[in-house]
């Protein structure tokens, strides 16, 4: 069983920042492309950010100029700086590995992030 295994959530005051990790097994890391999605209680998950295996990013426009997404391929880990945080910015992160084909995606076990204050 793969397993995406996330860290670096909790609680923060409005304006704060905090830094997400995701490691995965190293042969998916190396060939599958990451993205980090989130869901707030009473919402749909959503796509947050995403990096492809050789390195491109994009960003859902929210998080836009706030939210970086990197990846260290020595490590096998992706990271999401999340800076600047509002309190819509709450809610469960979910790490993602996705080949953008037919193979199967990975899901880590979400970690909570609580704007308050």
């Known amino acids: 069983q793969v397993q995406l295994v996330e860290s670096g959530g909790g609680l923060v005051q409005p304006g704060g920042s905090l830094r997400l990790s995701c490691t995965a097994p190293e042969n998916i890391f190396k060939t599958y492309n990451m993205l980090w999605y989130r869901e707030a209680p009473g919402s749909q998950r959503e796509l947050v950010a995403a990096i492809t295996k050789d390195g491109s990013t994009k960003y859902t426009d929210v998080v836009k100029g706030r939210f970086t997404i990197s990846r260290d391929n020595a490590k096998n880990t992706v990271y999401l700086q999340l800076t600047s945080l509002t309190f819509d910015d709450t809610a469960v992160y979910y790490c993602?590995?996705?080949?953008?084909?037919?193979?199967?995606?990975?899901w880590g076990q979400g970690i909570q992030v609580t704007v308050a204050g």
């Open positions: 993602n590995a996705d080949d953008y084909a037919l193979g199967p995606d990975y």
